[in-house]
């Protein structure tokens, strides 16, 4: 529909419309007040055309509340809604609020075919355009004959469509010129507008995109943002009204690792009270067998582009990259994860994720360090400081000491320089303790504990056999238990009196359970005593007054089942003791102590159930159970003693 089709139609409808009958109708909602204006003029709501008055609002907590008010007509003609309705009718249908609120506005072109106009409709809470509004921009402009009958209905109408309303006298000399100027990519244009001068016409929108794209621009055309120029103009500066599609390169592949790729990135914690325990660095990652260490993130394709002149812009696709495989790891099924083999500390060396199944400290366990929590082994370099703990799925190797620390291993634990636990260092292995001595320290070994320079003032626990040999393999005071043997250059000292006890012969496991459980029961005993004896008392109080306070009597409860709880917990562990009592009755293994030099008197040996003190040097002796009783023979060499000779023989040597 050209602009005269569209001033004839307009006039048509203006002419019906002189004699349309115009109501006003309200309502708690725009449906609502809709529905009443149909109602009043007993047509159809699709063949309503209505203008907003005033917009209603919902009110905030009873209050503000204010109707929805239209002013409305019926459509003319019989015509059903159709193409035409656009540029009448408003569409309706929600009455959520407009969140832009924009005024009405009207805007004046100097055609060939005349002088037109348009006036839109405000938008949200925005202000409609006045009739002086709009004569005051037509006067701006050279028009004459002006019919102000339509500048009043284009007003009141506010369709948004151009519509005729005077002539002007053309000067086509003086007419706006344009000119399209494209990049050198050919990926976006611009337009450079010259204003009209006396006499010269204003381009349409169709006039500014019809040479737009006589300069090839096809592609990416801002059709809105050109009639939205056309309307308003901007004079000689560069307007954009096309951008081409550029390509997107496909992002390359790359890894997403589940571990953290910096070591040196120390992540400390908060302890219970606030403070960072300095102790607990968390530098080792550990991870277990099959973990998942790693994806990769496949390469994307490119997504092809393309310039205002409608040529193809190619994309390039990512990258692809190889996985970053090392040791002890392994591709899963889908070709993009990878596992690992074995449970240990993960590694990014060079690029490659490794697990290594030992984790070195280069020098002391310490504040640089922290504590160790490995599932692999550990080998250190130096030396374990006070107060810090090295805990392994594996074996712990320390080049240097053990001082007042704690260490705890599922594999063996060996220590070049000794142990020096200052009363309280604890050392624990379910396998062997190969150490250079023991010293104030308190070990237990599910095998072996193998001492070259002795055992001092400790509490040794070995539930195989506790094996000093060496030059100064003595063992001086302190608790010495072993489940089959003890076995040592010298026991005891002639000058220390400090108490040196050997004990052996049964199942030490059996043994240390029944020696704690007896504590327990013992304690559990002198409980139940004392508050047998003040449940006595409350209810001698109770049987002499009839009855107790109420606090009293809330006592009585509570001390009554803490009696029936206690006495459950014993008689669970008496039942454990017995079973405990036949387990070391029935594996008891023939155990002895040995001295290849001498046993000093004051030693206490216990073998089984025997006991015996030493009252006088003996020397080369063996002491074993024979009928009931503790005997001394001469000495016997230790089982496995050429092996344990060789073992110990490389440890001194290294």
């Known amino acids: 529909m050209d602009f005269i089709e569209l001033q004839e139609k307009m006039k048509e409808r203006l002419e019906e419309d002189r004699s349309v009958n115009t109501i006003e109708a309200e309502g708690p909602s725009l449906e609502t007040a809709v529905a009443e204006a149909a109602a009043l003029l007993d047509v159809p709501v699709r063949r309503l055309e209505y203008e907003l008055v005033e917009r209603g609002f919902p009110g905030f907590l009873g209050t503000g509340k204010k109707p929805w008010k239209i002013r409305a007509y019926e459509r003319s003609g019989t015509e059903e809604a159709g193409e035409d309705e656009d540029f009448f009718a408003e569409e309706f249908g929600s009455e959520e609020p407009v969140i832009v609120d924009r005024d009405g506005q009207c805007f004046v072109l100097l055609t060939a075919n005349g002088v037109m106009l348009k006036v839109t409709l405000p938008e949200g809470n925005g202000r409609r355009v006045s009739e002086s509004q709009t004569l005051k921009t037509i006067n701006a402009r050279p028009v004459k004959n002006l019919d102000t009958e339509m500048v009043s209905r284009a007003v009141q109408g506010a369709a948004g469509i151009y519509i005729k309303i005077a002539d002007f006298d053309q000067n086509p000399a003086n007419d706006t010129a344009v000119t399209v100027e494209l990049d050198e990519q050919e990926m976006r244009a611009w337009i450079r507008v010259t204003p009209p001068g006396p006499g010269g016409r204003d381009l349409t929108a169709e006039e500014y995109l019809s040479e737009i794209k006589s300069s090839r621009v096809y592609f990416g055309l801002k059709e809105d943002a050109v009639t939205a120029f056309a309307d308003k103009p901007v004079y000689r500066e560069a307007f954009l009204v096309a951008e081409g599609q550029r390509p997107v ?52 394709a490119g997504v092809e582009g393309k310039s205002i002149t409608a040529e193809r812009r190619p994309a390039n696709d990512g990258k692809d990259i190889s996985l970053p495989l090392g040791k002890n790891v392994h591709v899963a099924e889908d070709g993009v994860t990878i596992l690992s083999d074995i449970n ?7 690029g490659k994720i490794n697990v290594e ?12 360090t922290g504590n160790i929590d490995f599932l692999g082994n550990v080998m250190v370099t130096g030396n374990v400081e006070d107060g810090f703990f090295i805990k392994a799925a594996g074996n712990i190797e320390i080049n240097g000491m053990v001082e007042r620390a704690s260490l705890e291993a599922r594999g063996d634990i060996l220590i070049h320089q000794g142990i020096a636990g200052k009363g309280s260092g604890v050392i624990r292995t379910e396998r062997s303790i190969w150490a250079k001595f023991i010293e104030n320290s308190n070990v237990t070994s599910g095998s072996m504990v193998v001492v070259n320079d002795g055992i001092v003032n400790s509490r040794v626990d ?50 240390i359970r029944f020696d704690r459980l007896s504590e327990e029961k013992k304690t559990a005993e002198e409980e139940l005593e004392e508050l047998e004896r003040n449940l006595q008392t409350l209810l001698n109080i109770k049987k002499q007054r009839k009855n107790l306070p109420e606090e009293e009597e809330k006592q009585l409860r509570e001390m009554t ?14 039942n454990e003791l017995a079973k405990l009592k036949e387990v070391l009755a029935t594996s008891l293994v023939p155990g002895r102590v040995s001295a290849s030099d001498r046993v000093y008197p004051g030693v206490k040996i216990a073998i089984r159930d025997a006991r015996e003190d030493v009252k006088s040097d003996y020397k080369a002796v063996t002491f074993v159970l024979e009928d009931g009783l503790i005997r001394a023979r001469n000495y016997e060499e230790p089982e496995g003693d050429d092996e344990l000779g060789r073992a110990l023989d490389a440890d001194t040597a290294n």
């Open 249 to 300: 390169h496909g992002r390359d592949a790359y890894i997403q690792y589940n571990f953290e790729t910096q070591p040196n990135r120390v992540r400390m914690r908060e302890g219970v009270n606030g403070r960072v325990d300095f102790k607990q660095l968390n530098i080792i990652q550990n991870v277990v067998q099959d973990y998942v260490l790693a994806r990769k993130i496949p390469a994307e």
């Open 561 to 574: 089942e803490n009696r029936q709880s206690l006495l459950r917990a014993l008689q669970e562990k008496n």
């Open 344 to 350: 240990g500390q993960v590694l990014l060396v060079d």
């Open 462 to 511: 070995a539930f195989g056999r506790v094996v000093v040999r060496g030059k100064r393999a003595n063992i001086v005071g302190g608790r010495i238990r072993a489940t089959q043997e003890i076995t040592a250059k010298a026991i005891g000292s002639p000058t220390s009196g400090t108490e040196t006890v050997c004990e052996v012969g049964y199942d030490l496991r059996a043994k």
């Open 357 to 368: 199944p030992t984790y070195l400290v280069e020098g002391n366990v310490g504040l640089k």
